[in-house]
């Protein structure tokens, strides 16, 4: 569930532009974008929850700061995110150059519609996540991403271009802020609640062993996320020297599928997109429902669901690039907290 769309547009972006500085450049976004949302679940499955976590320094903070996390990673940005990047992924490269703003809109809201409703579906029973998720879509998901990363290597030359200015001399720096743009550290606060849904439907109850199972999940994650990061961020230092300059990891992915695999490119990055974006959809939308039905126990976890369906829809129609706007100060203000609790629960003694 935290493979999601940011993880796809940053590390290309990243490998492109460190050139020659893309290990430190990596160390540094590993740090944020995996070490510290691995540390992060491993916090809060210490201290049974994020309301505990929280609610060591004040019981009022515990209710705002979860409250906004739920809501900014949620239907007011991450959510819709996904639905707008798997369309400009999965839609927009099959188009013709001459679709009108008008047309593009239409297709934008009808997509985006199609995609809330089945993942409205899926969200409806939280405890399949880890039938369909884990046995099936992340398994395909990670077979693509090897495809594309193996045509690559065969493809183009190891040809590594010097670093851009903004990495030279503070590659690590620099990378450490890309793997914020992920906004993982946040939402392993919001996969929590799924993951220790999901441990209980194996049978495992006590509070002790859920705890346990969810550290090693975190683990597993994270090391997982290492290897795919890694690989694309060496697609992005491979296809450098052919395109350029480009704004977002998009462009260059688009590029190396297109370069090794012609249409079929194009096919094959729309499915991983539509598959990651999908994931972490269903599992944001599991989280947010679940979370404010707890919060408000009169609105039934399904209205909740609806509600954050529908309200993302509409986000959505906006476009990514509205979106992505959005973002930027949501994560200067919201992830230096996060990094803080995070260190704060792993360093406190659990209340008995």
Not at 31 to 46: C, G, M, Y
Not at 211 to 239: D, M, P, W
Request: charge should be positive; charged fraction near 10%; aromatic fraction near 10%.
């Amino acid at each position: 569930m935290f493979f999601g769309a940011g993880n796809l547009i940053f590390p290309p972006l990243l490998g492109a532009e460190a050139g020659s500085s893309t290990i430190p450049a990596m160390v540094g976004m590993l740090l944020t974008a995996v070490v510290l949302p691995a540390l992060a679940v491993i916090s809060v499955a210490k201290h049974d929850g994020l309301k505990n976590l929280a609610g060591s320094i004040h019981p009022a903070f515990a209710t705002v700061y979860a409250v906004l996390i739920h809501l900014l990673i949620g239907p007011f940005v991450a959510i819709p995110r996904t639905a707008s990047t798997s369309f400009e992924m999965a839609v927009v490269p099959f188009l013709s150059d001459g679709v009108s703003a008008e047309s593009l809109l239409i297709m934008r809201c009808i997509y985006s519609f199609t995609f809330f409703v089945i993942a409205t579906i899926v969200a409806l029973k939280p405890t399949r996540l880890k039938d369909l998720l884990g046995k099936v879509m992340t398994p395909i998901l990670l077979i693509l991403i090897a495809v594309i990363f193996v045509g690559v290597v065969v493809k183009f030359p190891t040809v590594v271009r010097q670093a851009d200015a903004s990495y030279k001399g503070h590659a690590l720096q620099h990378g450490f802020v890309t793997g914020y743009q992920t906004m993982d550290i946040l939402a392993a606060f919001n996969f929590g609640a799924v993951i220790a849904m999901n441990i209980e439907a194996f049978g495992v109850k006590n509070r002790k062993g859920v705890a346990k199972e969810t550290i090693l999940a975190g683990i597993g994650a994270g090391i997982l996320l290492c290897i795919v990061y890694s690989a694309t961020a060496y697609v992005g230092v491979l296809c450098s020297s052919k395109v350029g300059n480009v704004e977002n990891g998009t462009q260059i992915l688009t590029y190396a599928v297109h370069a090794c695999f012609g249409i079929y490119g194009k096919v094959l990055i729309g499915i991983i997109f539509f598959i990651a974006c999908f994931n972490v959809c269903v599992g944001l939308l599991c989280c947010c429902s679940a979370y404010f039905h707890e919060l408000v126990p009169k609105i039934s976890y399904f209205k909740w669901l609806l509600v954050f369906a529908v309200f993302s829809f509409v986000i959505s129609c906006a476009g990514l690039n509205a979106i992505l706007n959005v973002s930027l100060p949501i994560l200067k203000v919201m992830c230096p907290i996060a990094i803080a609790l995070t260190f704060y629960g792993l360093v406190r003694r659990k209340r008995q």
